[in-house]
């Protein structure tokens, strides 16, 4: 007698398998992640202070407005939000709070011109920044005048100022990156220049002893998994997948 075989068990089972499978993947898109020196990883302890700081790729549409800490509102929709769930969720022992005060369009004099309030009367102990897109597609796009040199005097004044105030501070710096080559992108274009500000980011984190995050590495290998489109809807802000991407990438950067 044949066995019956139940529709729903069956789709259970090949999605099952077919979900396994694609675990390796993961692996694969967070290879370059390996690039984060294990000697400069942090060590994330009770009742520590997470601040998140950055552009619209850290903002990712939260609510400026709500000034709470681990609040889905208050950190947005991307990389800090997913990094905070998984954290507060795997580790409720630890009694972390984390704060987003990224804000779209903003540039490192940006940052400076807010860090007081935005900074350092948050009194955190980890602060991680992603910052730089901006500081190069404003002289695109906006006719901003600054240069790679500009970035790079502003950046590293901003961490000595920070770091001399609170050298206890922990920093995890991450990668400025885009996706080039995406038709409908005002970012198509590659340009070579864009490789000096990562490699200022770099140079800071090192300066600093800051694990360094290279998302451009990591998005470039995940486009050997799926197509850009599926990691960034526009070539610079991150889908649902390249936000878990980043997310996913940061807590590489950091022991529990």
Not at 122 to 151: C, Q, R
Request: aromatic share 10%; net charge positive; hydrophobic share 40%.
């Amino acid at each position: 007698m044949k066995e019956l075989v139940n529709p729903r068990r069956s789709f259970l089972k090949k999605t099952s398998i077919g979900f396994l499978g694609a675990l390796p993947i993961a692996e694969i898109l967070l290879s370059a992640s390996k690039m984060i020196d294990n000697e400069t990883t942090i060590k994330l302890t009770s009742a520590d202070v997470v601040l998140f700081q950055g552009d619209s790729i850290t903002d990712a549409g939260r609510k400026r407005t709500d000034k709470s800490t681990n609040n889905p509102l208050a950190l947005g929709s991307g990389y800090a939000f997913l990094i905070t769930s998984h954290i507060l969720f795997n580790h409720p022992q630890k009694n972390v709070t984390f704060y987003n005060r990224g804000i779209s369009g903003e540039k490192v004099p940006q940052l400076s011109a807010r860090w007081k309030e935005d900074c350092t009367d948050l009194k955190p102990s980890v602060l991680s920044i992603l910052v730089g897109v901006n500081d190069f597609w404003h002289t695109k796009t906006k006719g901003y005048k600054g240069t790679v040199s500009t970035y790079e005097n502003d950046y590293r004044l901003l961490l000595e100022k920070t770091m001399d105030n609170y050298p206890d501070l922990r920093l995890i710096i991450g990668e400025p990156w885009y996706q080039p080559g995406m038709a409908d992108s005002m970012y198509k274009v590659a340009y070579p220049e864009f490789k000096a500000y990562q490699s200022v980011a770099k140079q800071l984190a090192h300066q600093f002893n800051a694990p360094f995050i290279p998302y451009q590495s990591i998005f470039d290998k995940a486009q050997e998994i799926a197509p850009d489109i599926h990691w960034s809807w526009d070539g610079v802000h991150p889908t649902a997948a390249g936000a878990h991407l980043m997310a996913n990438s940061w807590l590489k950067a950091i022991n529990i």
